[in-house]
């Protein structure tokens, strides 16, 4: 039996990825620094330990065929885009890469999957909301909007240059906006979907919810069921990458956060405030992927968000029925 380890398994894609694996008859290896925060992958084992740490490295690629590498210092733009973490951002996630070739091919590891980012694509590509321009060979020349892209696109390079240098098989996914249940929801960390939910969900009827610039900036979304089968089928293929793995389906975060206030079925006012925004405008170019792996989105933005929406309403209702809970125990 193939043996598989994941790298970040008590993050949301690794998480799920853990479930996946598991039900296609893997035996697999799970990884973090901390538990899932909503639910426990169904791992053979599941190993708490600090992957910047090069011996906890070492222990986990031991008897393992395959990686999947999730790992990564990270959240949504409250927590990219302010500045205030790019050191961490940096010296974590190329850690736990630099870590993850070195020891993994010490180990014996056949392959190795990498979950880049579109924040690794430049800025000057992505000013216009209407026309953002995120094709594969538009990656140079290279000018991230933050830290956290710079440090994803050195890590591609260095799957790709252990690739040449060691034979090791490599396979570079980049990620257009993943979303779906059991995701970080609240704490500063969270993405647009999962903040517009939560914040559609705490208000009242007939409030606003604020949107961080004037809501016109673009992005795809893509559910995260659609993300963990294009991930399968790389790693699965000939095919190296690095691809997209994202939707089409553009919208404004304005049109987003109608979407889920009509799922809801509250009517909202929004305000705009000033925040973090990233770039103007990001979509997700699926030519690469079609061709290569046959594979685009089997459903819609508004399917996924319905989805998405129902289970974060019900952690904001049991979060605001523990604190009520609590206030009267007091």
């Not at 979950?115 to 594969?136: G, H, R, T, V």
């Not at 019900?314 to 206030?327: G, L, N, P």
Request: include cysteine; charge should be negative.
């Amino acid at each position: 039996m193939q043996r598989i380890l994941v790298n970040g398994a008590g993050g949301f894609i690794g998480g799920h990825m853990v479930k996946r694996l598991k039900s296609e008859g893997y035996w697999v290896r799970a990884v973090d620094i901390k538990d899932h925060d909503f639910c426990r992958p169904p791992a053979d084992e599941f190993i708490l330990g600090d992957l910047r740490d090069q011996r906890v490295v070492e222990q986990v690629v031991d008897g393992i065929d395959e990686v999947y590498q999730f790992a990564a210092d990270m959240g949504g733009a409250g927590y990219i885009f302010t500045g205030e973490h790019d050191a961490d951002v940096m010296h974590n996630s190329a850690s736990i890469n630099l870590n993850t070739l070195h020891y993994g091919l010490k180990a014996g590891v056949k392959k190795f999957f990498y979950s880049s980012s579109a924040c690794m694509y430049p800025e000057y590509n992505q000013l216009d909301p209407l026309n953002p321009k995120c094709s594969e060979d538009s990656a140079y020349p290279a000018a991230p909007d933050s830290e956290y892209g710079w440090e994803k696109l050195f890590s591609e390079r260095l799957y790709l240059a252990y690739m040449r240098n060691y034979g090791a098989q490599v396979r570079i996914a980049r990620f257009h906006n993943i979303f779906g249940p059991n995701g970080t929801w609240t704490g500063g960390k969270e993405k647009a979907p999962a903040a517009m939910c939560r914040k559609v969900a705490e208000a009242e009827e007939g409030s606003n919810i604020e949107i961080w610039g004037d809501g016109l900036q673009t992005r795809s979304f893509l559910y995260i069921d659609e993300c963990i089968e294009a991930v399968r089928r790389l790693v699965q293929s000939d095919f190296t990458g690095p691809v997209n793995i994202g939707s089409e389906e553009m919208v404004t975060i304005n049109q987003l956060a109608s979407m889920v206030m009509q799922i809801a079925g509250k009517e909202l006012a929004i305000k705009h405030i000033a925040g973090p925004l990233g770039v103007r405008g990001r979509n997700s170019d699926n030519r690469l992927i079609q061709e290569k792996l046959g594979w685009k989105p089997s459903r819609s933005l508004r399917e996924g968000m319905e989805k998405t929406y129902q289970w974060i309403s019900t952690q904001v209702y049991a979060s605001q029925s523990r604190e009520a809970c609590s206030a009267v125990l007091v």
